[in-house]
């Protein structure tokens, strides 16, 4: 692409540090055009009734490309963030501003692909290449000691051996300038209500009340490791259910691509290196690797890991129960720990990992309700969703997914007893238990 014009086709990578697409693009190109497309398919609805993506989901984006944006902007350049159909919108900008050559960073799941294939359809008819980069995972695909077809079937395989035979590379520094000459005008970011989406409510107890975007994100982990050292308890607290640093909470900004898990890895060794290392500031990277696996696992399992029968087409019944299903997700199953987390979701976009977990065998193992439909529900509601941690966490929990232990329950008393046992966090979001429970 050296002293090309290039269209830079930003995805789920919405930052400037350790941005190889953008990198490469900034230092070779003659130009550059930073775009992002909201697909449209996001505003569908479900067949159960909610749309793809949600309000919270949304917001959290639009914050993210709102932050973007400006730092585009201060290395001169523009963003242009468009509504529509990826392959069109492209075809049309490489014919208006004479674009020799486009980049991207590469995804593994059907959607994301699909746009890919039809991107590269309209561009073959003009001749104008397309080059993919791996750039969301701590280790690079390359680098894991693996085809990905011979992939490990569990997690702690993949983790043992990747840990002893593969290096984590070093992040690409965000470049001093995007050179910029083309004569169009940053556009505005759209708002909910460009889509009839009305602008969700502030909870004052959820969890996550953080902003979207790099500057926010890299200022959260300067506070959680440096200032404030919540790092060095994390694998005691991480199962915590009460307040906004009990984990990390870059899950949204992972998901995002706000920022790059080499960074977060880069900045944990250092606070081992200058201040302490312990399991906990371990543990932090243990999660990084988690979701390096889902993501080479969908690579691996291509569609299957939407299937309800999972990645190995086990045969189980499950039930398309809509009544039960919509009990649960508003939260009135009756089962206290269980609403009180749904409530959480439902009203704030957010849930915690031990809450996951729970709600997620309660739907799949007590109600034996499609976990497909619990995953469809989380895609739609949570800010940090993630497709290959989503539905691969789901299938592992449901029992079709990479899980070496097929009857994985989580008893709902006895995590009560272990993680809520004052009751606080079930009253925080129900009342007190002799109060009526209100939706």
Same mark, same amino acid.
């Given at each position: 692409?050296?002293?090309?014009?290039?269209?830079c086709?930003?995805?789920?990578?919405?930052?400037?540090? @350790?941005?190889?697409?953008?990198?490469?693009?900034? =230092?070779?190109?003659?130009?550059?055009l930073?775009?992002?497309?909201?697909?449209?398919?996001?505003?569908r609805?479900?067949?159960l009734?909610?749309?793809?993506?949600?309000?919270?989901?949304?917001?959290?984006?639009?914050?993210?490309?709102?932050?973007?944006?400006?730092?585009?902007?201060?290395k001169?350049?523009?963003?242009?963030?468009?509504?529509?159909?990826?392959s069109?919108?492209?075809?049309?900008? $490489?014919?208006?501003?004479?674009?020799?050559? $486009?980049?991207?960073?590469?995804?593994?799941?059907? +959607?994301?692909?699909? @746009?890919?294939?039809?991107t590269?359809?309209?561009?073959?008819? $003009?001749? $104008?290449?397309?080059?993919?980069?791996?750039?969301?995972?701590?280790?690079?695909?390359?680098?894991i000691p693996?085809?990905i077809h011979?992939?490990?079937e569990?997690? =702690?395989?993949f983790r043992?051996?990747? +840990?002893?035979e593969?290096?984590?590379?070093?992040?690409?520094?965000?470049p001093d300038?995007?050179p910029?000459?083309?004569?169009?005008?940053?556009t505005?970011?759209?708002?909910?209500? @460009?889509?009839?989406?009305?602008?969700?409510?502030?909870?004052?107890?959820?969890?996550y009340?953080?902003?979207?975007?790099?500057?926010?994100?890299?200022?959260?982990l300067?506070?959680?490791?440096?200032e404030?050292?919540?790092?060095?308890?994390?694998?005691? =607290?991480r199962?915590?259910?009460?307040?906004?640093?009990?984990?990390?909470?870059v899950?949204?900004? &992972?998901?995002?691509?706000?920022?790059?898990?080499r960074?977060?890895?880069?900045?944990?060794?250092?606070?081992?290196e200058?201040r302490?290392?312990?399991?906990?500031?371990?543990?932090?990277?243990?999660? &990084?690797?988690?979701?390096?696996?889902?993501r080479?696992?969908?690579?691996?399992?291509?569609?299957?890991?939407?299937?309800?029968n999972?990645?190995?087409?086990k045969?189980?019944?499950?039930?398309?129960?809509?009544?039960?299903?919509?009990?649960?997700?508003?939260?009135k199953t009756?089962?206290?720990?269980?609403?009180?987390?749904?409530?959480?979701?439902?009203?704030?976009?957010?849930?915690?990992?031990?809450g996951?977990q729970?709600?997620?065998?309660?739907l799949?193992?007590?109600?034996?309700?499609?976990?497909t439909? %619990?995953?469809?529900?989380?895609?739609?509601q949570?800010?940090?969703?993630?497709?290959?941690?989503?539905?691969?966490?789901?299938?592992?929990?449901?029992?079709?997914?990479?899980?070496?232990?097929?009857?994985?329950?989580?008893n709902?008393?006895?995590?009560?007893?272990?993680?809520?046992?004052k009751?606080?966090?079930?009253?925080r979001?129900? %009342?007190?238990?002799?109060e =009526?429970?209100?939706p």
């Amino acid at each position: 692409m050296k002293g090309k014009r290039v269209l830079c086709w930003f995805t789920d990578n919405l930052r400037l540090h @350790d941005n190889e697409m953008l990198w490469q693009a900034a =230092t070779k190109a003659s130009a550059v055009l930073p775009v992002y497309i909201i697909p449209e398919r996001w505003f569908r609805q479900h067949p159960l009734g909610f749309p793809k993506a949600g309000a919270f989901r949304l917001k959290f984006l639009l914050e993210s490309l709102t932050d973007l944006q400006e730092q585009v902007k201060a290395k001169q350049a523009n963003l242009l963030v468009l509504r529509g159909e990826p392959s069109e919108i492209i075809r049309s900008l $490489v014919k208006e501003h004479n674009i020799q050559h $486009v980049v991207a960073s590469t995804a593994v799941t059907a +959607e994301e692909l699909q @746009d890919f294939e039809r991107t590269e359809k309209e561009l073959k008819k $003009v001749q $104008v290449p397309i080059d993919y980069y791996w750039q969301n995972t701590l280790y690079q695909l390359n680098d894991i000691p693996w085809p990905i077809h011979r992939l490990p079937e569990n997690f =702690t395989s993949f983790r043992k051996e990747a +840990e002893q035979e593969a290096t984590v590379r070093q992040s690409f520094p965000v470049p001093d300038v995007i050179p910029f000459d083309f004569k169009i005008e940053t556009t505005p970011i759209p708002s909910l209500g @460009d889509w009839d989406i009305p602008q969700p409510k502030n909870d004052i107890r959820t969890a996550y009340p953080f902003r979207g975007g790099e500057s926010a994100a890299i200022q959260h982990l300067q506070q959680y490791i440096w200032e404030d050292e919540r790092i060095t308890t994390y694998k005691e =607290t991480r199962n915590e259910l009460i307040g906004t640093a009990y984990s990390s909470k870059v899950s949204a900004w &992972l998901a995002v691509g706000s920022i790059s898990p080499r960074y977060v890895y880069e900045e944990v060794k250092k606070f081992e290196e200058k201040r302490i290392k312990n399991d906990s500031t371990y543990w932090l990277i243990f999660e &990084l690797l988690w979701r390096d696996y889902f993501r080479f696992a969908a690579k691996k399992y291509g569609n299957a890991i939407f299937f309800k029968n999972g990645i190995h087409n086990k045969k189980y019944t499950w039930q398309n129960d809509i009544e039960k299903f919509e009990r649960w997700r508003l939260g009135k199953t009756g089962e206290r720990f269980i609403d009180a987390n749904m409530r959480e979701l439902l009203h704030t976009g957010f849930m915690s990992n031990r809450g996951r977990q729970n709600v997620a065998c309660y739907l799949a193992k007590d109600l034996k309700v499609n976990w497909t439909w %619990g995953a469809a529900w989380f895609e739609s509601q949570l800010i940090d969703y993630d497709v290959c941690s989503n539905w691969l966490n789901w299938a592992y929990i449901a029992g079709v997914g990479n899980d070496p232990r097929e009857d994985r329950y989580f008893n709902t008393e006895s995590q009560v007893r272990k993680y809520d046992p004052k009751g606080l966090y079930m009253e925080r979001w129900l %009342g007190p238990v002799n109060e =009526t429970i209100k939706p």
